[in-house]
Every structure is written in C-alpha cells, then in structure tokens.
C-alpha cells in the first residue's frame, strides 16, 4: 500500500512516545520498549500472514516462539560433553526407535487392507515399538540429567554462532506447523484454534519437563550473543577507545556501554524486520497472494476456480509459524536466556492478537504498527496507572479503604487496558489503525 500521511502520524506517533520515555524515565528502557517492538512486530506479521492473508485462526502462536527459543539452546550454546558421553547416543538412538515406529506404522496401514487384522496389527507395533523406545530412551536421560544437575544435566548445543539459531528456528517451527497443519488445518476455524492451542501447551509442557532437551524449569542462561556484532558491556568498559569516545560525548562508560549493545541489536532487529516486511508486502502484490485472500474470502469460489485450498492453507500456516519461530530465537538471543516457563500461551497469544486486530489485519503496516503501539502500551501502561492512582488518591487519607483497593488495582491495568483499547477500535475502527485495502 502507498504511506499516506494518517500512516505515517501513527508510525511517528509511536518514535516520539519512545523518545518521551527516553527523556522522561532513560533511554536504557527506551531502548527495551525499541527492542521489543520490533520482534512484536514480527510476531505481528506472521500471524497477520495466517489470519489476514487466509483467515487461518491460530491461537498457538507461543508454541512456536518456544521453539524458536529452544532453536537458539540447540544451537548457540555449547554441548556438555559429560552428559553426551553419559547418554547422548541412547538418547538419539531412541528417539530414532520412537520415529521409525511412527513411520512404520503408518507404511503398514498403507499396505494392509482395511480391517481387524489392520487395527490388531497396528496396536501391536505400536506398544511394542513404544516399550522398545522408552527402554533406551529413559536410562540415557537418566544418565544426561545426572551431570552436574545444578549447573548442566543436559545435553546442550552445537557451539555454533547464534545467528544461525534465527533461521534454524524458523525451520523447527515450520516442521511442527506442517506436521499440526497435516492433521489439523481440514477442522473449522474454532477446532483449529483449540487444536493449535492444545498442542502449544503440549510443547511448552515438554521444553518445561525434559531437562536433557534445555534443562526444563531450570532455565538456560548465557546464551551466547551475535559476536563480534554485539560485543559484551565489559569488554567495551575494558577499551579504553570506547571509554575515552563515551566521555567525550559526557556518557558514564558504564551507561554508554549499555546503551550501544542495545543499539546494536535494535539495527540488527530493524534489519529482519525490514526484510520480512519487505517479502511479505511482495508476496501480498503477487497472484499468490491475491489468490490466498479469494480463497479467504470465499473458499467455495477458490476451489470451483481449481485451486487446493488445503494446500494452500497449509502453506501459509507453514510460513506465518515460521516467521513466529524467527522472532521466538531471536527474543531468546536478546534475553540471553531460555526460561520455559514464561512461555504462557493463552496470556501472549492474547497480547499479540490484539497487535494484529489493533494494527490492522490484513496489512501488513498495520500488523507492524500494532505491534509497536501495543507493546509499547503493556509496558508503559502499570507504571503509568501508579502515578495515576497516586495523583487520584492523594488527597484520600492512608488506610482508608477505597485508597488502598485503587493502588492494589494497578497490577491488573496491563490487561484493562487491553481489553479498553481493543474495544474502542472494534467500536470505532473496526478493520484496524491502517486496514486492509
């Protein structure tokens, strides 16, 4: 779409509340807001691509931003060689035992006819394929988590440049869509949403309980960062160019140091962004794209038009998760760590619905501004109700109840706001800050 000048006050609207914060509280949290927006905005854009190009309801989303985090474990971090000695080749051999049965399983039915002897025969592989898994399976987990459980008991990563993680993740999360999106995507919109939410919580309860995968709800910390692109805040501290650079500029080193990892990953972040902006808005001018919103629109026109809409939906399945699984490794690279239980589907699924619908469903500029403005509200908006309540319940004398009820409220502002903001522009702008065309 062509930028008017509405678009382009919204988009500037958001910069100048980032600034104001920088100015007002420090551009150290600025800079977070920053850094945030932008992997918001490209979770915003591959459920855009699912919902606004196909009409495809999918409420798994966070499923697939932890398996772009586990990607950037796999990758980035380095293996433990302990525990791969200790168990790492069992666990591999089983988890080959548990595939081969699946696949095996499935080519017997192909070949059986329809039956008792198909259904008999298909229970007996099955059981004993799984008691033949969990046999070697279990005693190598046993023997991985027995190393040093409290700093390791895992297998760890390949040792190789976080980067990579970025596209792997991508990979991992286009599998599970394509294998969920096999099975799935022939149900109705509600059903596919149930079914994508069930089998989000499903993988976040198994990265929460398979410490050998990524040490489960220990957590995985020091996920190592994009060097020489994003160099560590001591180091930069430990050079005296940079320090003499920062009090030039009259920047405590210490400040300035952190201020510049930051800005460094905003630029690399800002890249990704604009090159999957850049496909996205290239795909939705070309025939495929106006054929997935025809077959969004009316998929009993599409298919009397010849084209398969199964196919097809499982395409852009495919593709919107994967761009989700990017943005999962790439959060997990800024955080330097991989927490599995803050993954919560339900409650940020939510949050980046509401980007989409906010934004704009359908356009891509406006998935990325409502990505920008919502995340930018859900972390300013409980500091903001505190001063509010403060200021409202000033002149009210301490302890009086009606006091102390409006200042415990302020932790639940976050969500009122939410919920406030998707109803005024489901009211007053229903199709989004900058809808479709």
Known sequence: MSMNWKNIGLFVTFFVLVLVVGYTQSWNTALVIFNMGLISAILSLGVNLQWGYAGLFNIGVMGFVA?????????????????????????????????LTIVGTIQMRKRMAPGRARAIATVVVLV???????????????????????????????????????????????????????????????????????????????????????????????????????PYEVDLQNSQSFVDSATSLGLDPVIASTLYVKLGYSILFAIVLIVILLLAQLALKSPWGRMMRAIRDNETAAEAMGKDVTARHLQIFVLGSAICGIAGAMMATLDGQLIASSYQPLRFTFLIWVMVIVGGSGNNWGAVLGGFLIWFLWVEVEPIGTQLMNFITSPMADGYWLKEHLLKSVAHMRLLTMGLILLLVLRFSPRGLIPEK
């Not at 985090?69 to 000695?85: F, H, K, Q, R, S």
Request: aromatic share 6%; hydrophobic share 55%.
């Open 128 to 230: 004993v394929g799984f008691f033949i898994y969990r046999a070697i399976f279990d005693p190598g987990v046993a023997a991985v988590e027995a190393v040093n459980p409290a700093s390791t008991g895992y297998l760890g990563g390949l040792g190789l440049p976080v980067l990579l993680s970025w596209p792997v993740g991508g990979l991992l999360a286009a599998a599970a869509a394509w294998v969920i999106g096999k099975t799935a995507l022939g149900l109705r919109s509600d059903y596919l949403a149930i079914a994508t939410l069930g089998i989000a919580e499903i993988i976040v309860a198994v990265m929460k309980n398979e410490d050998w995968l990524d040490r489960g709800v220990k957590n995985v910390i020091g996920i190592p960062r994009p060097a020489p692109l994003i």
């Open 67 to 99: 398996l772009g985090g586990l990607a950037a474990v796999l990758v980035a971090m380095p293996p433990t060689m302990e525990a791969v000695n200790a168990g790492g080749l069992r666990i591999l051999i089983g988890l080959a035992m548990g595939a």
